[in-house]
């Protein structure tokens, strides 16, 4: 597929493209031996780990290949070291055959992870081009799922005893003895967005999954927010995409160059980011409570 270049409109930083170390979300980091554990520390200590298999040295054919000594995952090319070599990276969530999932290192939302697909023959391509594979689009949905899931019970961890929707299923939680089945509280699924930028700025392959609040310190430019409040982030329930579909052209729509439209209310700050930010941290405490 010929690059288009309007695929390459950045919605982030240089000092983001260029960072070579990434800090947790910009809630609370997973602690292994913390007894207020998060849902991905939960998944992480899990006992349930594939069985080792006696297998040659070489990767299996669906993985990023082993890299040489020279290899530069820097720049545009960073999520590269964590598909790699996993192991190695506090800031990985969680790893299998196919799949790394990991904070991102410069959150737009309180709680803000990336999912990194290993197929070899599909990272490096732009999604417009890699969801044309049925299989591998299915195999992308499902996992994106699972970490929805993860993600909406961190935000019950992290928010659920602020929210009012939460209060009858936390009492309940609380009864001596609790009922055999507990009101379902607040819908925090519903409280997650997921998709792919329309113009990535890293290399490889990576799916957005965050907290709809667009509440973070590294929320600080027009183009961050935009690009997670307007069509430039594309779920990947809507692929595969028509042809003529307009977000297929993220610069021509002018996404990250639009108004500011608070994402909770639909206050419109045109071109007030300043105004947009304080607003956002006011929505973000009533978006907690409800």
């Not at 995409?241 to 610069?251: K, N, Q, S, W, Y």
Request: aromatic share 8%.
């Amino acid at each position: 597929m010929a690059e288009d270049k309007e695929l390459r409109e950045d919605a982030i930083t240089n000092e983001e493209i260029n960072a070579t170390s990434l800090p947790g979300h910009s809630g609370e980091k997973p602690l292994a031996n913390s007894k207020n554990r998060n849902a991905f520390a939960e998944l992480m200590s899990s006992p349930q780990k594939p069985k080792k298999k006696p297998t040659p040295k070489a990767t299996s054919r669906r993985l990023i290949p082993t890299s040489p000594p020279n290899a530069s995952f820097t720049g545009r090319n960073g999520l590269g070291g964590y598909m790699a070599s996993p192991a190695k990276f506090p800031a990985v969530i969680y790893h299998n055959e196919d799949f790394v999932a990991i904070y991102d290192g410069f959150p737009k939302s309180s709680v803000h992870v990336l999912l990194l697909p290993l197929n070899r023959e599909r990272t490096l391509l732009h999604p417009f081009e890699a969801f044309e594979d049925p299989q591998f689009l299915a195999s992308v949905k499902a996992e994106v799922k699972r970490l929805k899931v993860l993600v909406a019970s961190e935000l019950r961890r992290l928010y659920g005893k602020h929210s009012a929707s939460e209060q009858a299923r936390i009492k309940a939680m609380e009864a001596d003895p609790p009922p055999e089945v507990l009101p379902p509280g607040r819908d925090w699924e519903k409280q997650v967005l997921t998709g792919i930028h329309s113009g990535p700025s890293m290399n490889h392959l990576h799916i957005h999954v965050l907290s709809v609040d667009r509440h973070s310190r590294c929320l600080k430019h027009k183009k961050h927010y935009n690009s997670f409040a307007t069509p430039f982030l594309i779920d990947v329930e809507d692929f595969p995409l028509e042809p003529e579909d307009v977000r297929r052209h993220p610069g021509r729509q002018g996404y990250l160059k639009g108004n500011l439209i608070c994402w909770r209310c639909g206050q419109n700050f045109k071109a007030n980011f300043a105004g947009l930010k304080q607003h956002l941290a006011q929505a973000f405490e009533e978006w907690k409570r409800e």
